[in-house]
């Protein structure tokens, strides 16, 4: 099964796919590694709030 990210020749569009499921469409590879940053943004950001969660003093 296909995973990756490919550009769909029919429709011009760029598909995210994870073992031959579509998991995402994009427009540009700027859209994708746009969303791509946000995300990881995000994760590093919930990350660092569980980190400081573990030394926090209960109160």
Known sequence: ???GFFKENSSQYYVLLLEGEEIA???SVKEF???HAEL????QEAQDELL???YRVPR
Request: charged share 45%; glycine share 0%; no cysteine.
């Open 1 to 3: 099964m296909k995973t």
């Open 40 to 43: 990881l943004e995000k994760l």
């Open 33 to 35: 590694v746009d969303e």
């Open 52 to 54: 400081e969660s573990y």
């Open 25 to 27: 469409r994009y427009t």
